[in-house]
C-alpha cells in the first residue's frame, strides 16, 4: 500500500494498493505460483512490474504539462476503481491473469480510493486479461 501527500491540494491519498495471497505446488513436475488479488489500479498486480502501473514516469508533477492522450489501461483508472483478479505462473513460463473492475466510489470498494476524487466511472464492471506466454531466462523448444 502506498500513500501519497499532495502538496497542491494538501491532502493525502491512497495510492497504488495491492493485497495478494500468494501460494505455490508442483504441477507437472514444475512450479506453479498461483494467487488473488484486490487492488485500485488495473496492471498493478503484474508479477514483473512492466505494465502500466510501473511504468515511466514514476513520479509526476500537478502543475506541469502533460500528454493530452493516452489509453484507458495507462494509467486513467489508477485509484479511480478497486478490483478483484487471480493469476497463475507456471515454471516461470507461462503466466495468465483475470481481473474485474469497478468505480470505488460506492461499496466494499470505496476504501481502496480513499482520499481520491473520482473523475472516471466505470458502469458495472471492465474486466482486464493477459495470457501471454514468455521465455523468461529460457529457452522454449
Known amino acids: 500500500m502506498q500513500l501519497t501527500y499532495d502538496r497542491v491540494g494538501n491532502g493525502i491519498a ?5 493485497i495478494r495471497y500468494v501460494d505455490t505446488f508442483i504441477l507437472a513436475g514444475k512450479h506453479l505460483t498461483y494467487g488473488a488479488t484486490v487492488n485500485n489500479n488495473p496492471t498493478v498486480e503484474d508479477a514483473w512490474n512492466s505494465t502500466p502501473a510501473f511504468g515511466f514516469p514514476y513520479a509526476s508533477s500537478a502543475v506541469a504539462l502533460t500528454p493530452a492522450a493516452r489509453t484507458v489501461i495507462d494509467g486513467t483508472l489508477a485509484q479511480q476503481v478497486g478490483g478483484l483478479g487471480a493469476y497463475a505462473i507456471w515454471d516461470s513460463i507461462i503466466y495468465g491473469n483475470f481481473s474485474i473492475y469497478r468505480t ?5 470498494t470505496r476504501p481502496l480510493g480513499a482520499g481520491t476524487t473520482t473523475s472516471m466511472v466505470v458502469d458495472d464492471v471492465a474486466p482486464t486479461g493477459a495470457w501471454p506466454c514468455s521465455s523468461i531466462g529460457r529457452t522454449i523448444p
Not at 104 to 108: A, E, F, P, V
Open 14 to 18: 491512497l495510492d497504488n494498493t495491492d
Open 104 to 108: 470505488n466510489n460506492k461499496g466494499i
